[in-house]
């Protein structure tokens, strides 16, 4: 049986308006995906959107939930009938939560956590285990028998989130800047990543000045693509693993561990052996997990 989830892990919001729908949020640092369903738990439709991480504002957050959830192609819905359960990246920062809970455009009730939370509960059916995940960002976060969590990493792009797409991209534009001024080896990512940017000094600044944690992650591929031919970026990649490996062993040595987002699904094969022991397939996606919260007695206001 799925076990009950710390209060203290939940921000809620109830108006006391009857419910229609239930909608399960997902949101990061690149998309928003959303997954709507009746009373009875049939899921009607899934829909996607842009970035809903509350760093980038919590204006934009709802924007894109709201184009997420009617991307479902429900007809008929509104926020007003919607009760949501977000997973939302960036709740961890005080001042961006609130200025989300005071933006809310008037739903039925909502309750939040974050990403990384609803990934865990879909990749486990809300049951005990641990979740690596590495996309725009990473984290690991692990749900205890008792219900309480324990998180590792998710420090954020500017300073953190080693092994994720955004510090790879960091790392890749630090590797062409260095390759500019004959620092380093001018090979095959240094080239990509003037292909993308610029190749002039200040087509390089220019770049770094706007691309914003979504920016660099999409620096991201360029390091897969050229690992076969080059050195610097094979080294990125087994820094990146390495620091993956960090993550999932610091958050939890034993539970079963599930991976999510697309850096950590193509870094697997990299990761040490005795993570990958325990590794174990997700029960359901994020979606899911937000989908689960929301639909919990215990998510709700009293």
Known sequence: MPLLLDPRLLTSRDSGRPVRYWVGIDGGGTSTRAVVADARGEILG???????????????????????????????????????????????????????????????????????????????GGEPGALLISGTGSVAEALLPDGSRRMVGGWGWQIGDEGSGAWLGQQAMKQAQAAYDGRAADGALAQAVRDVAGSSREALL??????????????????????????????????????LDTLA????????????????????????????ARCVAPKGEPVAGALWLIQQPTSRPA
């Open 46 to 124: 899934r829909g996607e959107a842009g970035a809903s991480a509350l760093g980038q504002g919590a204006e934009q957050a709802w924007r894109h939930i709201a184009a997420a959830v009617t991307a479902a192609g429900v007809p008929g819905l509104t926020l007003a009938d919607c009760a949501l359960g977000l997973g939302l990246s960036g709740t961890g920062v005080p001042a961006q939560l609130q200025a989300f809970v005071e933006a809310d455009p008037g739903v039925a009730r909502f309750t939040l956590v974050t990403d990384g939370l609803v990934a865990l509960l879909g990749a486990h």
């Open 206 to 243: 220019s770049y770094c000045a706007q691309a914003g944690q979504a920016g660099y992650a999409r620096l991201a591929p360029l390091v897969f693509e050229s690992a076969a031919t080059d050195p610097a970026a094979e080294a990125l990649l087994k820094a990146a693993a390495a620091a």
């Open 249 to 276: 062993t610091a958050v939890h040595p034993t539970l079963p561990l599930a991976l999510a987002g697309s850096i950590a699904q193509r870094l697997a094969p990299r990761l040490s052996a005795a993570v990958q």
